[in-house]
């Protein structure tokens, strides 16, 4: 193995440095945004009332949970039983907390394979640093960090140990990283057969072998086995092919808008230091890596889906393509520098969101601000329904995640069809707090009818929350602002 000269002290130390100080970015801009957003409400049903309601009702006598909030059992949505790993964290936590923690913790632990190569000296500061910083700080994770949570996010750690362990040629480990990726989502199976052809294509049989059946095995039972064993499961197919009668070209010019590959291209272009200097070197990335990474390429084309959770395996892989040519080379300072340059300029706009959200939380975000009495309302409401667990509940989006633990909770304009239900409890901020996705109008208009219900028994009702007990419906009005009527 060729290394290049030994770098000088002032690079060595500001090395030393650049490593915490990468760690402490993520933790400025991502961890401590998303535990203070969360407390103040700020996330909306998808994907943290999701994912949260899922790990508060995961439990042996009930392995695959209904989500009353979602309408859909977990696994027949999708297929990620990572979350069996995170489930132990709700039993110290609150349910909405434990997702944070864990969709943190799932970030940090895709540095670990490179930490551990630099302990092991297999891979100098320079390159452990930049490695670290394109998996904590780009605009994937940056964008999935967001708006959490969801075990798409999580898949970073198995990406990245996969490709150590496939670097290194460790079947084991391999086989183990797979097996983890695969129980993230049901799209993450399509890179095993990848793998498994590009091992068979190099001659490495045995490993191909394994990795095949794993992938098979695992491929079959979530595509004809869950079907079979838990009923029907969410179509997410649909979304990569033409609507009915579609014709090819415009379904594609769709997916190549400038929206699109603009979006497509800000997530990338964070490599492009790292890709002339490879091209300097006259390097050529891993053949078999970039195959296994097309799948997922695909699904993200074809679905249109750049943004959020999407981006951040995809980031994950990629930033492993040139882990080969980092073992072999150190990294010249102006790829540092020119990484970390893009780095800042493709987070931009988190970062401007991110920095108001902390300088001037009782303004920004608008929908979720941080007054005392806007929390002190919804606290109570959401209190008093954590004491008070018999009966529907019908709540704002964003108040499903901090009433996981309790037993049916709707949001409002939720996938359960208006008017098909009475609730017994209404919980709902009022507009200028979080009514995402009903419009304002909207809200304003269903809280005056349930203000002025039969047997209404209002809790609260100021300028932040309307809190009622009483028999609801979550009406459909027409156009003209007329109730459609409700069964009963």
Known sequence: MTLSPEPSALRRFAARLLLPLTFAIWGAVCAVPMWAKNARYCFWHYDMGIYTQALARLSFQDPNPWLSARQVFIF?????????????????????????VAECLAVLLSTAPILWLHHRKLLDRGATVLLCALLLLNSGVQSAMAYPVHPTTWAVFPWTLLAVAYCLRRTGWMLFALALLFSCKEEFPFAGVMLAGGLAWRGERRAALAVGV????????????????????????????????????????????????????????????????????????????????????????????WRDHYGAPLLAAAAMVPLPLLLKRRPPVWVLAGTALLLLTTNESVLRRTWRAMAEPESFPAYCPNTPQRLASVGQGVKTLLERPEGRALLSGNLVAPLAARDEIYAVDGPQPAGTLRYAWVLVEKPGGNTIPTPPERMEELIARWRKAPDTRILIDDAHVFFAQGDFVDVELSAGGEAVSAPR
Do not use: C
């Not at 995170?86 to 907390?97: C, F, I, N």
């Open 76 to 100: 027949n949505d999708h297929f990620d039983p990572v979350l069996w790993l995170a489930r132990p964290l709700v039993m110290g936590l609150q349910p909405s907390q434990a997702a944070v």
């Open 214 to 305: 794993l992938t098979a095995a695992w491929l079959v039972f979530v595509f004809a086995g869950r079907p079979a064993l838990m009923g029907p499961v969410v179509d997410y197919g649909g979304r990569l092919l033409p609507k009915p009668g579609q014709p090819l070209t415009a379904f594609l010019s769709e997916r190549l808008t400038p929206r699109h590959l603009s979006n497509a291209g800000s997530l990338l272009l964070i490599f492009v230091p790292l890709a002339l200097w490879a091209w300097r070197e006259k390097w050529r990335p891993d053949a078999v890596w970039l195959s296994v990474m097309l799948p997922m390429l695909g699904i993200r084309f074809l679905g249109m889906a």
